[in-house]
DNA sequence: AGATCGCCCTGCTTGC
DNA sequence: TGCAAGCAGGGCGATC
């Protein structure tokens, strides 16, 4: 599940083998792929020919590639499954390829959209002033941005009446985290999942900003190591990470801190790994 | 209007 | 053994 770590690897690969190259063309193989461009494939395929691409972009798990000469970027978003891969012409096709993108160059490479559940896709937008696709200006700045503001983010917090794993994953509040890094960062910073936002000190949101900061960062390192000069991405999984989790996955086995029993519990059709012990539930209030 | 729910999608795993 | 249900889950539109 790409979630910030990953996405930046993936965006880290592409400003390096595809970022100054100029799109001779696109070749949508699947329309799914494509529907958050409402012009339709053909319209999305048309529009890349002959443009050259910028330096690729990230804000939480979205990223983008400018167009030069045009006011728009192509906007990726990977969903569950999605890969960015850089392959040879020569590479069979993967089973689940949607996109193909050529260049005119003689590099003998190509960009290649991959995914299987299609949940991600591919798509083209005009930029706001700040350079961002205008569909996704309401995604908040994520936590490695320099310019993450911190004290909004817990005056944000303490406004809301809701639960901090619920605002954890709210890409309109802070972006990037998804339910892998939620459960790794609250067992870290041993705050429970439903902990009502309301009651976070300062300092509390401060450490929990801090250890979401922490796990990413150690994720992002190992993740680069898996950079496969072919691969512009790892694996669409947690790459080595899955290795260091402390939480997340880890159902029946001891806290690494505690040795208590780790828990799985329902949470919104999904699951909450977390320790009974460390992170103790919430008082319930009357 | 903010919070919450349901749907989209496929392949692997689990259980009867 | 075979089939079906369960599970993985980000984001967005609909609903309360």
Redesign the pocket.
Known sequence: ?P?LPEVEVVRRGLERWVAHRTVAEAEVLHP?AVRRHVAGADDFAHRLKGHRIGVPSRR???LWLPLEDTDQSILA?L???GQLLVQPHTAPDE??LRVRVRFTDALDTELRFVD????GGLSLHDNTPDGLPD??A??ARDPLDEFFDDEAFHRALR?????IK?AL?D?SLI?GV???YADEALWRARVHYERPTATFTRPRTLSLLGHVRDVMNSALAVGGTSFDSLYVNVNGESGYFDRSLDA?GREGLPCRRCGTTIR?R?W????SYYCPACQRPPRITP
């Open positions: 599940m979630e799914r939480g798990k979205y978003h969903g569950m499954s089973k689940h299987q559940r299609t949940f569909v996704i309401h995604i406004r809301k009446r809701s639960t619920r994953l890409q972006s998804g339910n892998i997340y799985r329902p919104m059709n999904r699951s």
